[in-house]
Structures are given as structure tokens and as C-alpha cells.
């Protein structure tokens, strides 16, 4: 059900040197916009949140670099408690007509 808004990946292995990436799908649709610097504001703090994590990145609008020890189910979480804390305005953004 909407993956393209509420779609998240962490990532790890011998591609990432010891690090994880974190994609969420929505970075695609909203970027600037005050909703989308609350969702950015969102995924730094919760993603520092998660335990083990040394340091967060934002690399680009939809994906993060997250260095430490976490597990990728704990940034996956929460990273999906971000997605569903603003799946209803994302839904209704990006519904509305431009």
C-alpha cells in the first residue's frame, strides 16, 4: 500500500564500507516544501535515536548514511514510525492538485 510514499530500505554491505544507507521513497515527492523539511528533520532525529548509531548523514533527499553498529530492523523502524507519523499529510499533499 503506497510503497512510493511510504516505502523505507536500510542497507548495508561491501558497497556501503561499513556503513548503512536508509532510503525512504517519499524524499522523491517532497523536498523542500515545509513538509518535506519536517520529514528530513524527523528522519535525522529518529534515526540518531536508534541504538548504536555514531552518526546520520543526509546525503541526498531520500537516502541517509548511518554509521555505528545498529541492526537494519531498528532503522527500519524508525524510519517507518517517521513515514506513518506523516503518512495522512503526505497522502493529502500529494493528492492535491498542483
Partial sequence: MDSYLRG????????FEGMWQVDRSAGEYFREDMLGLKLREGFKSALEAVPRVSSVLDLRW???EVGGNPSGEELCR??????????????AAYDAPS
Avoid: H, I, L, P
Fill in 8 to 15: 523505507v530500505v536500510a542497507s548495508t554491505g561491501e558497497f
Fill in 62 to 64: 531520500e537516502t541517509w
Fill in 78 to 91: 524508525a524510519a517507518a514510525a517517521v513515514v506513518d507519523e506523516f503518512a495522512d499529510r503526505m497522502r
